[in-house]
């Protein structure tokens, strides 16, 4: 079993007590093409869950990436600045995004499981 949640705009999120670790699918980034920016918020900045967080661009487009839930940036995979790639090698690890500190832990509850992301993308083909 999985612990990962994820949101109908294929960002996926891992929760280890009150920090989450936030980035894009496997499923998005096939979308996306090959990264080649991407735009972390600042540490510091309070989300909020469905707005925008992070701005991520690929040969073919750009794309927003928004916060699965609402909290505090408490970190920034800055990796990704030198090496956007890296998205697209690894969406699952290497390929994190932010570190938030989570406001509200019932919002995780709302978030999909692996069975029910897959049955998503599975209806977007």
């Given at each position: 079993?999985?612990?990962?949640?994820?949101?109908?705009?294929?960002?996926?999120?891992?929760?280890?007590?009150?920090?989450?670790?936030?980035?894009?699918?496997?499923?998005?980034?096939?979308?996306?093409?090959?990264?080649?920016?991407?735009?972390?918020?600042?540490?510091?900045?309070?989300?909020?869950?469905?707005?925008?967080?992070?701005?991520?661009?690929?040969?073919?487009?750009?794309?927003?990436?928004?916060?699965?839930?609402?909290?505090?940036?408490?970190?920034?995979?800055?990796a990704l600045t030198d090496a956007p790639a890296t998205v697209n090698e690894d969406a699952?690890?290497?390929?994190?995004?932010?570190?938030?500190?989570?406001?509200?832990?019932?919002?995780?509850?709302?978030?999909?499981?692996?069975?029910?992301?897959?049955?998503?993308?599975?209806?977007?083909?």
């Amino acid at each position: 079993m999985s612990d990962l949640r994820y949101t109908k705009d294929h960002e996926w999120l891992r929760a280890e007590g009150d920090i989450v670790t936030v980035g894009i699918t496997p499923y998005a980034q096939e979308q996306l093409g090959d990264v080649v920016y991407v735009e972390l918020p600042e540490v510091g900045r309070k989300v909020e869950q469905g707005k925008e967080m992070a701005v991520v661009e690929s040969v073919k487009a750009a794309s927003e990436v928004y916060a699965p839930v609402s909290g505090e940036v408490v970190e920034v995979n800055n990796a990704l600045t030198d090496a956007p790639a890296t998205v697209n090698e690894d969406a699952l690890g290497k390929g994190w995004f932010v570190k938030l500190k989570l406001a509200d832990r019932n919002q995780l509850t709302g978030l999909m499981d692996e069975a029910a992301y897959k049955a998503l993308c599975d209806s977007e083909h």
